[in-house]
């Protein structure tokens, strides 16, 4: 009996995902088709599919759902597949809340953004070009 009632749904965990701007559009807006291998299309998608997730109230539940989690494929929380295995490796779980299981999007927004410049940065330096705070 104990068991049962240890399979149950958690709706707290889980009902979230009625209110997400996501629930009555179509799946392709968030994940690769199989027959678009387009890489212009898929950023396209990509991009829509964020412009969504940008006014969701559920954002930071999603987003944090998906690292979690570690899903693998499509635009979840304003995050693309991309980005969260960026976010795997830059590290994700100091910008997570535990008990409200919501993701601190920004704070998430920023690692990602500060990731591109440092390589950009890097590869400036070895080519030997002068800083622009020099």
């Known amino acids: 009996m104990r068991a049962t009632r240890m399979l149950r749904p958690i709706s ?26 387009g890489r212009i299309s898929r950023r396209l998608r990509e991009a829509a599919a964020k412009r969504v997730c940008s006014s969701c109230p559920v954002r930071p539940e999603c987003a944090a759902h998906a690292l979690a989690i570690g ?12 980005e969260r295995v960026q976010l795997r490796g830059l590290g994700w779980r100091d910008a997570l809340d535990e008990h409200s299981r919501r993701a601190d999007v920004r704070r998430l927004e920023r690692r990602l953004a500060l990731a ?19």
Do not use: K, M
């Not at 995902?17 to 807006?29: I, K, N, P, V, Y």
């Not at 899903?71 to 991309?82: A, H, L």
């Open 12 to 37: 707290e965990v889980w009902d979230w995902q009625r209110l997400g701007r996501c629930r009555d559009r179509s799946d392709s807006q968030f994940f690769h088709p199989d027959d678009d291998l």
């Open 71 to 82: 899903e693998e494929y499509g635009v979840w929380g304003g995050f693309t597949e991309s």
């Open 116 to 134: 591109r410049r440092v390589p950009l940065q890097a590869t400036d330096e070895r080519a030997g070009a002068v800083p622009a705070h020099a």
